[in-house]
């Protein structure tokens, strides 16, 4: 699904892939996990990362976008497939300057909502999670979630909104999430603490995820 992501961007941003070093494959808690990244021009930075474990039986895919050009929020898209259950998250960051209508989103929401919600649990980053954010589980849903994914995905890129006006700013918003997540902790960060040491695990979420250095 992240390559079929990666070209709808590509339909409308120049993409160029980023050399990430050492951080494009890592073994980390029985996973390996292989990263990428991309600047998207007239957009922003965009990463992705595909995890495989346990004898094949857990699978993630990752894209996140970091529109550092355009005032769009932070765009985070995880799957996951363990022991029979299909998991879709994706979460919207407020890093925008000025306020987008997010009435496409809504549309997109408001198709898929019989899908088996999943509860995202309490995290410190709730504040500035959007409530257009999506979080659902369920058996047997790959092709309806591939849809949501893919609807959900191409209404975020039609969203109305303008180049960044003052790029200090976003650049602000943008750190309260990364570095909250560095200072936090969670599940998947902290996998790469253990994996890599904190030095190197900041510099792979800035340079490689996010993009922020």
């Not at 022991?83 to 925008?96: K, P, Q, V």
């Amino acid at each position: 699904m992240t390559e079929k992501l990666l070209s709808m961007i590509g339909e409308r941003y120049p993409i160029q892939e980023i050399d990430v070093g050492p951080y494009g494959a890592i073994k980390a808690k029985g996973m390996v996990f292989s990263a990428r990244a991309f600047e998207a021009q007239g957009l922003g930075h965009i990463s992705v990362m595909q995890a495989k474990g346990f004898f094949g039986l857990m699978k993630m895919d990752t894209l996140i976008v970091n529109p550092k050009e355009l005032d769009l929020p932070l765009y985070s898209y995880d799957r996951i497939l363990a022991m029979g259950n299909d998991t879709l998250i994706i979460e919207l960051y407020d890093t925008m300057v000025e306020a987008c209508p997010m009435d496409a989103i809504h549309g997109v929401n408001a198709k898929y909502e019989s899908l088996p919600e999943r509860d995202p649990g309490q995290h410190w980053y709730d504040s500035i999670k959007l409530p257009e954010s999506v979080s659902k589980k369920g058996k047997k849903l790959s092709t309806r979630f591939d849809a949501y994914t893919t609807d959900f995905t191409k209404a975020y890129l039609s969203l109305p909104t303008q180049p960044v006006a003052d790029p200090e700013k976003k650049r602000e918003k943008t750190n309260v999430y990364v570095e909250g997540l560095l200072r936090n902790g969670g599940p998947s960060t902290d996998v790469f603490k253990q994996a890599l040491g904190e030095e190197k695990c900041a510099e792979m979420f800035r340079t490689v995820l996010f993009g922020t250095n």
